[in-house]
């Protein structure tokens, strides 16, 4: 910390922890304690929470402003609230600094602490004008779980000597990382999808106080020096105002001086860029505010040798400190110019008439539940939205109030909005440090019909009850004595949860394998697609008041329609009483994890399990397959990996399991460890095979990293054709869009009935793909189930659930659990 005069009455952090800052790791909770200590010690700071973390941890950030702007918060935030109205600002510029969202960058969380005290206890003139002119947000950890479980793998590793080896298991931390959060997601990729408490905390902290300007704080491999925006010019979202960049280098300029004065060398312009509107650093652009990434190079630890030198950890905090400075400084020297950006970026907000403006009419059909969680994504981003009263016909289609909605182009949030619902397949530089697309209707399998202008009399902005039975307050099952049997529609994402309660209880469930027509208690014709649940009430180990109360219990725990019918008949296809429905047995399954695993993918199975299936979940890592029992495991995931720690022996294991009735679900690079190891029958073409499908002819020493670029699936839309008869893609549309990263698809499959679903013809929906893969991947099977004597493998070559936000295409995982092997 500069050498100047600080409130001798103020608490720093080395008085606080009775050591330097840095001499050792924090935990979340000395964060949290130390902040606590600022708010008490001095009337220019005060705490905002922003939600617990899932390991129920707070995520506090100081607020520090002069006494004057803390007297007045409550103005000041209705001020901000007014912003996206397009009214004319008043009150002080907010800046705000965030740090360490991936828990293992923690040089940032540390500079958070001293910039802090800093700013509360320093008499300068120029944070007296800061403070009087602006709110500063800092915000030291945005990723609680993952923070402490980095700071304790650094601390137990670190000894009485600093070793610099970047080997040394200091430097290397155990599977999963600190990087994750719970469930080992990617928090910095969760902006835009909003899938963790901690991200849903963290955007409505955003909008709450609509920052001017937001610092992100990172750090970036050990042999890379300091980075801060502005990125690579060429690979920024055309939906960002021109403007926004322009600031951005403005603003780097503060930085570059910061950094020159501290000898410490830097780049900027290249590497990172600002696309992806799902990071803490884009998020703002696309929301009125000025994002800003920085990057210090990592010592994971105290110290770790690299190409540039020793990185040191107090040197990376120190960084971290200087560029928090030249922020505030910066912002403070550009208000007028943030201030008029923001005003800009909402102007057309003041004179929209949503209710009467054109836009996007909405479905996902039959699935109610899919549908509010659309909503509710798009309500936690301040996008507005409108219910339907009746139905509404377009185009010869019915977009009912129970699975429909209208959103209008002209609002305050039409930018993000835009970016959601975006298909572009045209870019000028095709190289993404993330993914190249996110087309939200892509990931939740929607029907989107644009430039719709509804008749205003059937829209509300009141959420509808559609349920014909109040589900939370009737206490009496509403089945008339009459009934026989009880269906549930499987088009509907939550019926799953349904058949784990029941199961688990004992009660019989049984799923069709084909489509069927029934009279409901009414006389009237009802169609049920093949999956759709039959709970018959005359059960063996259960009275039918057992049964009518299990099943009512676990439908208003999942909020479900169930329709009830007084007759085994059917009005077309088989009866109830056909061998054609099939008894579901209940599961046990196994998430194969560890070294040698995608930490991601094994992350968003067990949230998927777990967090939305009620489904407990056993993760097992891979090095002890050899010496468990597999048969107490009805299924067993596996996910993108090398699986290094498995042998001929794991092959042999999990192949008897698989013929002794267990299924292996495996996706992306498990298939090529399985069809290696003749496990899988079926044969895959590997990414080496596509590589011999790219010229290199006339290409110039200069054009290699284009050509990388080229190579590269950083993240592509693309289109597959569903066999609906197959077990694996019951309740699913005939034409699915799924998220490709990855350049793996089966060869021809030999056994028949096996493939589920094929790569399109006309392949790309949205994002960038180079024309080799387009050509290579076109009708290609893309997801098979492989009979295996009492067992099978389901093998899927994408991951269907990318980020828990391709809630289209997950229904692909519960029709594998509960489906398979009895309906092949």
């Known amino acids: 910390m500069r050498n100047i005069q600080l409130d001798q009455n103020m608490t720093s952090p080395e008085a606080f ?10 935990r979340h909770d000395q964060i949290n304690f130390y902040l606590n200590e600022l708010a008490k010690q001095s009337n220019k700071v005060s705490l905002d929470n922003a939600g617990m973390s899932h390991e129920a941890r707070q995520q506090l950030t100081a607020v520090i402003t002069s006494e004057d702007n803390q007297r007045n918060l409550t103005k000041i935030l209705q001020q901000r609230s007014l912003v996206k109205q397009g009214e004319s600002q008043q009150g002080p510029l907010i800046i705000w600094l965030a740090y360490s969202i991936h828990g293992d960058e923690a ?7 001293a910039f802090s005290y800093y700013l509360a206890a320093s008499n300068e003139p120029w944070v007296r004008e800061l403070l009087q002119q602006a709110v500063v947000l800092i915000t030291p950890s945005q990723n609680p779980d993952g923070f402490d479980r980095f700071s304790t793998w650094a601390n137990n590793h670190k000894g009485q000597v600093v070793v610099t080896d970047d080997q040394h298991r200091e430097h290397v931390q155990d599977w999963p990382t600190g990087r994750g959060n719970h469930y080992f997601a990617d928090l910095n990729r969760d902006w835009l999808f909003l899938r963790h408490k901690e991200s849903q905390g963290r955007v409505a902290f955003f909008h709450k106080w609509q920052p001017h300007y937001v610092g992100d704080f990172h750090e970036m491999w050990h042999n ?4 801060f925006q502005p990125g690579v010019a060429e690979r920024v979202y055309p939906l960002t105002p021109k403007a926004n960049q322009v600031l951005s280098e403005k603003l780097a300029q503060f930085h570059r001086q910061a950094l020159d004065e501290a000898k410490q060398v830097y780049f900027s312009g290249q590497l990172f860029d600002d696309f992806f509107y799902g990071k803490g650093s884009t998020y703002p652009d696309i929301n009125g505010s000025v994002g800003v990434l920085f990057e210090q190079a990592s010592a994971r630890g105290q110290a770790q040798a690299s190409s540039n030198g020793v990185i040191n950890f107090q040197t990376a905090i120190a960084n971290q400190f200087a560029t928090s400075i030249s922020s505030v400084q910066g912002a403070l020297a550009l208000k007028s110019d943030l201030i008029e950006y923001q005003n800009n970026f909402f102007s057309h907000a003041k004179t929209d008439n949503q209710a009467r403006s054109k836009g996007r009419l909405i479905r996902a059909y039959n699935d109610p539940v899919r549908r509010d969680e659309l909503i509710n994504l798009l309500t936690q981003h301040q996008i507005k939205v409108h219910y339907l009263t009746k139905s509404l016909f377009h185009s010869g289609q019915e977009y009912r109030p129970i699975d429909s909605f209208f959103v209008a182009d002209t609002q305050a949030q039409s930018a993000l909005l835009t970016a959601l619902f975006d298909k572009r397949t045209e870019f000028t530089d095709p190289t993404f440090y993330d993914v190249s697309t996110w087309d939200i209707a892509a990931a939740f399998s929607l029907d989107v019909v644009p430039n719709v202008t509804p008749d205003i009399d059937l829209l509300t902005e009141s959420p509808m009850q559609y349920h014909h039975i109040n589900l939370s307050n009737n206490l009496t099952p509403p089945w008339p004595e009459n009934t026989v049997a009880l269906l549930i529609n499987w088009q509907q994402s939550q019926a799953s949860g349904l058949v784990h309660q029941l199961t688990q209880q004992g009660v019989q469930v049984k799923f069709a ?9 009414q006389s009237k014709p009802q169609n049920f697609v093949a999956g759709s649940l039959q709970i018959p009430l005359k ?13 009512w219990k676990a439908t208003k725990d999942w909020q479900l329609e169930v329709v009830s019918v007084a007759s ?17 047995k209940p599961i046990n399954p196994m998430i194969i994890s560890g070294y040698g695993t995608d930490p991601f993918e094994v992350g968003e199975l067990w949230y998927f399990l777990d967090n939305k299936l009620s489904i407990a979940t056993s993760l097992v890592n891979s090095e002890r397959i050899n010496s468990i029992e597999l048969s107490r495991y009805s299924h067993i995931f596996m996910t993108e990996g090398s699986f290094n720690n498995m042998n001929e022996v794991s092959a042999r294991r999990l192949g008897q399991f698989v013929q002794n009735g267990g299924v292996i679900i495996a996706q992306k690079g498990a298939l090529n460890w399985l069809s290696k190891r003749n496990v899988l029958d079926e044969s895959l073409q590997t990414p080496r095979y596509y590589k011999k499908l790219f010229n290199t002819d006339g290409l110039k020493f200069s054009d290699q990293a284009a050509f990388k670029a080229k190579q590269h699936i950083g993240g592509a839309i693309v289109n597959v054709n569903l066999d609906i008869s197959h077990p694996l893609s ?15 698809a089966f060869e021809n499959i030999n056994t028949p009935f096996t493939t589920a679903a094929s790569y399109q013809d006309r392949l790309l929906s949205s994002g960038y793909m180079a024309q080799e893969y387009q050509r290579a991947f076109a ?5 098979i189930a492989e009979r295996k004597k009492q067992g099978a493998i389901v093998g899927f070559t994408d991951n269907l659930m990318f980020r828990n936000i391709w809630l289209g295409s997950e229904k692909a995982y519960s029709n594998a659990l509960f489906f398979i092997p009895a309906g092949l």
């Open 17 to 26: 922890l009775g050591y330097p800052l840095g001499e050792w790791h924090l």
């Open 107 to 113: 040089s940032g969380a540390h500079a958070a602490l």
């Open 224 to 227: 890379q020096s300091y980075f």
């Open 513 to 521: 394998k084909q489509d069927f027509v029934v009279n409901n208690q």
């Open 539 to 551: 059960q063996t180990h259960k009275t039918i008041e057992e049964v009518r109360q299990a099943v």
């Open 568 to 584: 085994s008949a059917s009005v077309s296809g088989m009866d109830l009483g056909s061998d054609d429905f099939v008894t579901i």
């Open 730 to 744: 019951f309740g699913l549309p005939k034409q699915l869009a799924v998220l490709k990263n990855k350049p793996l």
């Open 779 to 783: 009708n290609q099977p893309a997801m």
